[in-house]
């Protein structure tokens, strides 16, 4: 069986390339190229705790991505955040051998690179799957 985390990498992966709204503003990936071009969104860190309980096993994830800009300031960045956030809070989401009871966003920081033209937003998401039957 695929293990959850990477099951619900996969689909939030897919999800996010099929978003016209996100796909239109970005590029997405899971290892970014060396000459990408900017902007860009980088599935990132995860973390993935089990949750035994009477309901059955549940993992609860967490989930990090990565938004990269040159856009010239802040705008650019946030409202690819928004695109990402939109895309995935409260999405439905298919995963392969696994259930997700939800996914919701949980937090964004946005920062200006050391590089002085570079801005990167951090977006956090908190999931819960189960293995299907």
Do not use: C
């Not at 705790?49 to 096993?57: C, E, K, L, R, V």
């Not at 990402?84 to 009871?101: C, P, Q, T």
């Amino acid at each position: 069986m695929t293990s959850a985390s990477w099951a619900l990498q996969q689909a939030v992966f897919a999800t996010l390339s099929a978003d016209s709204a996100v796909h239109s503003l970005a590029g997405i990936f899971d290892a970014v190229p060396r000459n990408a071009a900017f902007p860009y969104i980088v599935v990132g860190e995860a973390a993935e705790t089990p949750q035994n309980s009477a309901d059955g096993d549940l993992s609860e994830h967490t989930l990090q991505i990565h938004i990269w800009s040159r856009g010239g300031g802040h705008r650019e960045i946030k409202q690819l955040s928004q695109a990402v956030r939109e895309a995935l809070d409260g999405a439905s989401l298919n995963l392969n051998g696994h259930s997700l009871i939800g996914l919701a966003f949980t937090s964004a920081a946005y920062q200006r690179e050391s590089d002085g033209e570079s801005f990167r937003a951090r977006l956090a998401f908190r999931a819960v799957t189960e293995p299907s039957e």
